[in-house]
């Protein structure tokens, strides 16, 4: 069987409940982001519950747009411990659209100085058609590392 999800751990000198505050700020997502592909945070509000839709503003050169906006629903928020969501888009008639991956952080606390966070992509839920146009993952290996060490760097600072 072939995996269909990419992983990356990193320990962040920072507690669980700061580590966690930053990435339930969506306003923050731009600077985790390791492809520059998120622009800014279309809602703004934190993030404070499953069910939960917030909205990214987006650019990719191989987007038909070239600028397009993810509709982002929350599947997990157990804080310190976890949070996740799955990423999609709105339709023309203002439905939600989710296209079967989702990001999901890990914290496992290590002490009042230090967090063990582990950032995965799974797209183990992308419908055939759709992987028909898109290949997964759309980013190398790299980007995970790179969010990781981002998240590091704004949970230090706050």
């Not at 969506?26 to 985790?32: G, L, Y």
């Not at 390791?34 to 404070?48: H, I």
């Not at 969501?85 to 230090?114: C, I, M, N, S, V």
């Amino acid at each position: 069987m072939v995996e269909e999800r990419v992983s990356a751990t990193l320990t962040v000198a920072a507690p669980a409940a700061r580590v966690f505050a930053v990435l339930a700020d969506p306003t923050a997502h731009a600077a985790i982001d390791g492809t520059g592909w998120v622009q800014e945070a279309v809602d703004r509000v934190p993030l404070t519950e499953v069910g939960q839709i917030f909205r990214m503003g987006m650019y990719h050169p191989g987007h038909p747009d070239g600028d397009y906006q993810v509709a982002n629903k929350v599947q997990v928020y157990d804080p310190p411990r976890a949070i996740s969501w799955l990423t999609g888009q709105e339709k023309d008639d203002g439905r939600l659209e989710f296209g079967g991956w989702f990001w999901r952080y890990d914290l496992a606390p290590l002490g009042p100085a230090g967090t063990e966070v582990t950032l995965t992509y799974d797209w183990s839920a992308v419908p055939r058609f759709v992987r028909e146009y898109l290949q997964f993952p759309p980013f190398g290996p790299e980007h995970l590392a790179d969010s990781l060490h981002h998240l590091a760097g704004l949970a230090r600072a706050s």
